[in-house]
């Protein structure tokens, strides 16, 4: 069957193509459907309790996505009429952002006092035409102390101020709405500093950073593919020297990618951040296939086959190894289906088919394409075999020093492992290069973080806010919460009530305090609430039966550890001091602080379960459970000292690194199947002791093993230089741990094997039970000898 | 001779004004303010009228809440009505009271008497876009319809639920309208609004108005017995139900002042 299919693919290589071609194109039609959903929410599943703890709160009160302009004038001064009023114009013309629902500046700040017996409620500026340098101190002074503001809209020393648009998706068409709400702010802004050269303007927000998940990923996308090819190519021509062969590997790898993202376009799939390097990690992982088949088909040729009978031998060779290392590297991505968020499921997926289909070009197509390409073979000495040579005689020589001294190091290593802190913060997935990490940057430098928490406090009775008890609570819970190192900003109804209650006596500031009788709370909220414009009203804060009010506290940009740190802590305020009352907290940043965790836990299963699937899968293969067993170790160990590492390099994990463990043990076990198939080969077939069997599959596959780490480690390297963090550190953690599975494969296993293997006779030996022979031998032992060998495996 | 030139040409004018061409040539623009004084026109003289008024809140959530209202209004020739609101319901802002004097053209005045604290104060003038009582009506929603506070234009003739009607849209004349346009829909018989749309200061579809089981009083005066709006931005919506209506109940100026407001109860 499979012999027929060669011969098919060689006989008849036209018509192999012309099949592929129309495969290809027919599933690339499927890639108009791909688009990019840019929305944080994609990151959270349907049932992820923080999701729908705040999508019920943003239905009880309003959605809170948002555009933020900040203004600082170069003057450092808010407070000019000339300033005052450009940010009149943007405040009004903010109206006209697609989807906003209410703008909040400055100048439109509700501002409330009392003259004679009538309280005003009005704009701090109503009118900049006719404010003049006189005005500037007053209207300075009341920004300034004025507690829904400073530390919010106004920088304390009003150097810097915001124009907030809050912006209500309607999510019917998620893909659009976002860059339009993104492409009026930006016109806005060039507009504003064309009219306002001496203001500089940043534009934040999550609409913006919603807008930046696409922009920052779909820009990586455009630049780093083509770098991996490059470094394919360079590779590719430089350690196979080969032009046909890289020619026919980088149809193979575009193919690939073509109809992985055009099948993920007909089965309905849309872009994320972590989704969208798909192409990127399949290119990185074809290659691997084609290049065996080309290593094999020349080391034929070299040895004076003609060229179709060496790519049949090539397949026939290859077939079973390149199918099993697919097979265990598809079930290493598909365990990302246990992730708690489905971007990554996707990403999982993706590659999982992205890998079964290289694996289909490359025993079909590419073999069909070299049957027809010319290709000629250098004659070039063996003699790369020489650091393989001299690797195993060290590990051999050295074995005693190496075993201990090595398990000491990896448990050293892997101690560092649980010191990783657990940090999702979302303005960190993107890199200083982002406009909108620099703009939230400046943000958190000059006026607050970005770190928001939303209490919404519920009374369970109709009007219950007017509660006097239940005001004093919360502005218990207000001052409270100032007080916390962490905050930078508390907006609560407690403050509207004691302001009205002021202006009510007077503007009297001795009444600046919570009224003592509920009737009269009611009716200061009541005229208060008559008194407020279009989008301005308190529906933000108070539901409907005003029976709930909403606090929002926003933070200094905070790890994960610490939202959740600060999330208990408000709990236990309430259990402590207003116990009566149910609270719920919920805000992106919260989504974002759980994910990471959700994650790890959810993927500590995913990866089990792929480990014990491909263990059993190697179990088969090696024929050994023994060996199956002992393969556990350079399967695991990698990842887990990746974490390592990465404690020394970073020391932040989160929800793109707790996807890292099941996604690299796909592929890390290829190195381990290639060297103990090998070695059992020698054990069994040649009858050599272990000693002789580690220099066997040193010299056998040492070098591929290296090839293929490097191109493996380069392309996760390449990816890595992602501006989004979140795929960056993907890259780089999943280079690292690549790399250490080869260390572990070259200095442990070899060492380990030796201790365990002992002189006796491999159990599962098939043929003579003669001692072994001498170990200088397998030194000259050549890629003949491998691919002999990875016949026996799978 | 060039008297009489001048004087033939006005007479020529004239008759051109008023001849019936030109009326059947008349622009869209033209037809929207001709229809808009022909439905005020129909409703004229109701001279008072006296109601209860239930408002019944809901969020996306579906939670609700319940307001409820008892409310006199005066016919104003000329300009905009009077009203007076007193609350029942919720139950810790029991008779406050609000009075309204609504003008064709410019901010309305704005009273409200606050019963705990005994005093009555004057509302700021510019919240006419802002939301009533916390419901998705605003005031300019509840306000009396007058002439003068839109510019209009025909769009087409349209069947609805009440027959046939026209349907205009109103661009308001008032800066500090929370609106770029409405788009009512108004029956060719009575004049009557049988549904509203309305358009935020960008011009995307805010909210939605309904007008339910219309009763005639007074054998010439159509009131509905429910107001729905719909909010299609924030997913919320408010019912408005009326009953009890009473015309021509006898109430006069003296009624509509700062003085009977502390006494409304």
Partial sequence: MKERLFRFVLDHPVWVILLTMLFVFGSAYGAKNLVFKSDYRVFFSEENPQLTAFESMQKIYSKSDNVAFIISPNDGEVFTPKTLKAIQELTTESWQIPFSTRVDSITNFQHTWSEEDDMFVEDLVLDAETVTEADMPRLKEIAVNEPLLVHKIISPEAHVTVVNVTVQLPGVNPVEEVPQAVAKAREMKAQFIAQNPDITVHLSGMVMMNNSFAESSLTDNATLVPIMFGVVLLGMIFLLRTFSGTFATVIIIIFTIISTMGLAGHTGFYLTGPSSTTPIMVLTLAVADCIHILTTMFYEMRQGVEKKKAIQDSLRINFQPIFLTSVTTAIGFLSLNFSDSPPFRDLGNMVAAGVMLAFVFSITLFPAMLSLLPIRVKQFKEGKNDIMH??????????????????????????????????????????????????????????????????????????????????????????????????????????????????????????????????????????????????????????????STRVIATFRNLTSTEQIEIEER??????????????????????????????????????????????????????????????????????????????????????????????????????????????????????????????????????????????????????????????????????????IALVVDFLFLPALLMKLDKDSQPESSSQSKGTPTNTDSSANTSEGDDNDSVKQIA | MTLLNKSLKSILIAGLVASPIIAAAETAEEKGMRIAVEAKASDKGWQDMQANMNMILRNKLGQESIREIRMKSLEVEGDGDKSLSVFDKPRDVKGTAFLSFSHAIGADDQWLYLPKLKRVKRIASRNKSGPFMGSEFSYEDLSSFEVEKYTYKFIKDEACEGGTCYVVEQYPVDKNSGYTRRVVWLDQEEYRPWKIDFYDRKDSPLKTLTYHDYQEYKAKHWRPDLMKMINHQSGKSTDLTYGSYTFQTGLSDSDFNKNTLKRAR
């Fill in chain 1, 570 to 739: 408000i709990y236990a305020w309430f259990a402590d001091n207003a116990s009566s009352y149910e609270v719920e907290i919920a805000s992106p940043n919260l989504m974002f602080a759980h994910i990471g965790q959700r994650n790890i836990v959810s993927m500590l299963l995913g990866t089990t379960i792929a480990l014990v699937l491909i263990s059993l899968i190697l179990g088969f293969a090696l024929k050994s459970v023994k060996f199956g067993f002992i393969s556990l170790i350079p399967n695991i160990a990698p990842a887990a000292m990746g974490f390592g590492v990465w404690y020394l390099i970073d020391g932040q994990i989160g929800l793109a690194l707790s996807v890292v463990a099941g996604m690299t043990l796909g592929i890390i076990v290829d190195d381990t199947v290639h060297f103990l198939s090998k070695y059992l080969h020698a054990r069994r077939e040649r009858n050599k002791d272990p000693k002789a069997a580690v220099s066997y599959a040193f010299a056998s596959v040492g070098r591929a093993l290296w090839v293929t780490t490097i191109v493996l480690v380069a392309g996760f390297m390449v990816l890595a230089q992602s501006s989004f963090k979140l795929n960056a550190d993907m890259g780089l953690l999943t280079a690292v741990t690549i790399f």
């Fill in chain 1, 390 to 547: 001299r690797l195993a005689d060290f590990v051999v020589g050295k074995r005693k020093i190496l075993l201990p001294g090595m398990s000491v190091l990896m448990v050293c290593i892997i101690a560092f492992t649980p010191q990783n802190e657990l940090n999702d913060d979302f303005v960190k997935y993107f890199d200083e290069t982002v406009p909108f990490r620099q703009a939230t940057d400046y943000m958190q430098d000059n006026l607050s973080g970005m770190s928001t928490m939303e209490i919404s406090i519920e009374t369970g009775e109709s009007s219950g806010i007017n509660d006097p008890k239940f005001l004093h609570s919360v502005g218990n819970l207000t001052e409270w919460l100032r007080a916390q190192p962490e905050t930078d900003h508390v907006n609560s109804l407690s403050d509207i009530i004691k302001r009205l209650n002021k202006n009510m006596h007077g503007d009297d500031p001795s009444y600046y305090k919570l009224p003592t009788d509920r009737e009269l709370s009611a009716q200061y909220l009541l005229l208060y609430e008559m008194s407020l414009p279009y989008g301005l009203d308190l529906n933000n804060q108070l539901n409907v039966d005003k029976s």
